[in-house]
């Protein structure tokens, strides 16, 4: 079936450190892929998206590249400040289903 | 531009009582749907409303059930709760399916927390 893996966290950085969140999807078909934080006691905001392979989708400076021959869209950003401190959820969509899969998010903890 | 709004924010129910949640959607917006996060049970697919009409449903029993109104609203019920049932209820909104532009990024709410005693 069509799901999402993301990697365990928590994940604890110092600020300005480099973030790498990585998420790997299975897919009949080709999705739309997202990335969506939640901070606490809130609900999601989308952070960035990608519609087909290559596409790069960039936000507040964070980055992922939908990848379709390894089928990642791992989050990237190069200095990461306290106020990203969040959980992170990667997620798909594919056809017209109107239903999004996602991970099981990543908490990130950055320390100043 | 405001926001997805549901309403209430918490919500506190018995066992075999009845739940009510409400959601707005943004202005323009004719799409909703609806998850359930869970604690341990991650992000789940409940329902999507389109103009009135349910397109799709989730893994969910019957007595999960929701309907839009003419103003793009949405109403989720759920009857007979369950302990199972406590999570927080997210509302989410896109514009409308006959745009033509297929998965648009859906828009969330803040949730309301059911808890159910």
């Known amino acids: 079936g069509n799901s999402v893996t993301q990697m365990e966290g928590p994940v604890t950085l110092s600020e300005e450190a480099f973030l790498t969140i990585n998420c790997t999807y299975t897919?009949?078909?080709?999705?739309?892929l997202f990335w969506y934080v939640q901070y606490p006691g809130e609900g999601l905001q989308l952070l960035l998206k990608?519609?087909?392979?290559?596409d790069k989708g960039s936000n507040k400076g964070f980055e992922a590249t939908y990848r379709k021959e390894t089928t990642s869209f791992h989050l990237e950003k190069g200095s990461v400040q306290v106020s990203d401190s969040a959980v992170y959820f990667c997620?798909?969509?594919?056809?017209?289903?109107?239903?999004?899969?996602f991970g099981q998010g990543t908490t990130l903890q950055v320390k100043p | 531009e405001a926001g997805v709004t549901q309403s209430p924010t918490h919500l506190i129910k018995t066992r075999g009582q009845q739940a009510t949640l409400r959601c707005s959607p943004i202005?323009?917006?004719?799409?909703v749907y609806w998850y359930q996060q869970a604690l341990g049970l991650g992000l789940q697919f409940l329902l999507w409303?389109?103009?009135?009409?349910?397109?799709n449903r989730g893994n969910f029993p019957p007595r999960f059930s929701g309907r839009q109104f003419p103003n793009y609203s949405s109403e989720l019920n759920v009857n007979a709760l369950e302990l199972e049932d406590s999570a927080l209820y997210l509302c989410?909104?896109?514009?409308?399916?006959?745009?033509?532009?297929?998965?648009?990024?859906?828009?969330f709410g803040d949730g309301t927390r059911l808890s159910i005693l």
């Open positions: 989410a909104s896109s514009p409308p399916v006959r745009s033509g532009i297929r998965n648009q990024p859906q828009h």
């Open positions: 897919a009949t078909g080709y999705p739309s």
């Open positions: 990608a519609t087909k392979a290559d």
């Open positions: 997620a798909l969509i594919l056809g017209n289903t109107g239903k999004l899969i």
């Open positions: 202005s323009g917006h004719t799409s």
């Open positions: 409303y389109d103009e009135g009409e349910e397109r």
